[in-house]
């Protein structure tokens, strides 16, 4: 796949370059040069200071829960999931869900670290519990 070089595609481009990473079993971030902060979900302009001076950086991994909920599913379905918002240590939250373990055990404030899971053929970040952090 390649990416098109049109500045007016370029929004397409990070997401592009986001998925590729994923696909390729790596979880990146983004990190500006002109105020030293973190971003996510992934652009082109930082949403801080307005510079266009992102770059790509490899988070710690390190986060905690900030919300979490249980969404009910038939077992036949594939049974009850997760869903977590989760603040990374560089200061960027996001929306994922705490695997390893039950649903329901998964508490606000409870230490986890990103791993790249498979899905569907694409890679996903998912979290789960930092055991060494309780
Ligand atoms: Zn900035």
């Not at 909920?69 to 603040?87: I, Q």
Request: net charge neutral.
């Amino acid at each position: 796949m390649t990416v098109p070089h049109h500045p007016e595609a370029a929004p397409q481009g990070v997401e592009a370059q986001y998925r590729q990473a994923l696909d390729q079993g790596r979880f990146l971030i983004q990190h500006c040069a002109g105020c030293d902060r973190a971003v996510f979900y992934p652009r082109m302009i930082c949403p801080h200071c307005g510079a266009d001076a992102l770059a790509w950086i490899e988070p710690d991994g390190r986060g905690t829960v900030y919300a979490t909920t249980v969404v009910r599913r038939k077992p036949d379905a594939g049974g009850d999931y997760n869903v977590a918002l989760v603040d990374l240590r560089e200061g960027v939250r996001l929306m994922s869900r705490v695997e390893g373990v039950a649903p329901e055990a998964v508490r606000i404030g409870m230490p986890v670290r990103a791993q790249v899971a498979r899905q569907d053929g694409h890679g996903l970040v998912v979290f789960v519990p930092n055991k060494e952090a309780q």
